[in-house]
């Protein structure tokens, strides 16, 4: 004969079960990021925005010493930015990672330059080497030609090279 269970045993079985599972659920999902809105207001913003798993945003103005204005800004899905493949974003930062790749991008960033002018930089090696350093940084986008052989950083290039720079610096 089947045992019988106690009328309500049933339904507060179930009422455990749902909790529990409630209670894993919670315990699996990431806690969320507290943030003082006065100081973090971009985080706040981004929260209040409601997208699902965040977002990645950074943007600024600047006004270079050669007097040009630059505003930009980007924001990403951090879902997308995690999904998609880095390995092709090494020639973009590796171009950086040079003491005279730096020096020549803080050299045109400061005002447009030519190449005769860039020669006059100390410590940057021979002219070929130069070379190589100038045509490293313009294929990974830091640098462009523009009239007359004159070298600048591109304007949509500003602000994230600024970006760089402030989050290597801490």
Do not use: C, N
Request: proline share 5%; glycine share 12%; aromatic share 6%.
């Amino acid at each position: 004969m089947a045992s019988k269970r106690p009328p309500g045993l049933a339904a507060t079985l179930e009422e455990i079960q749902s909790r529990l599972a409630r209670l894993e659920a919670a315990a699996r999902a990431p806690a969320p990021v507290a943030a003082d809105p006065a100081k973090f207001w971009l985080v706040d913003r981004i929260a209040k925005g409601g997208t699902r798993g965040g977002e990645v945003a950074y943007g600024g103005m600047a006004t270079l010493p050669s007097g040009e204005q630059f505003a930009w800004q980007r924001q990403v899905a951090a879902k997308d930015l995690l999904r998609h493949e880095w390995e092709g974003l090494d020639r973009v930062l590796a171009a950086l990672g040079h003491p005279v790749r730096l020096r020549l991008l803080r050299a045109i960033v400061h005002g447009r330059r030519t190449k005769a002018d860039l020669e006059q930089l100390e410590g940057l090696g021979t002219t070929g080497q130069l070379y190589h350093h100038l045509k490293t940084l313009e294929a990974a986008g830091w640098v462009r030609v523009l009239e007359r052989g004159t070298y600048g950083v591109p304007g949509e290039r500003v602000i994230p090279l600024l970006a760089i720079l402030a989050a290597a610096a801490g």
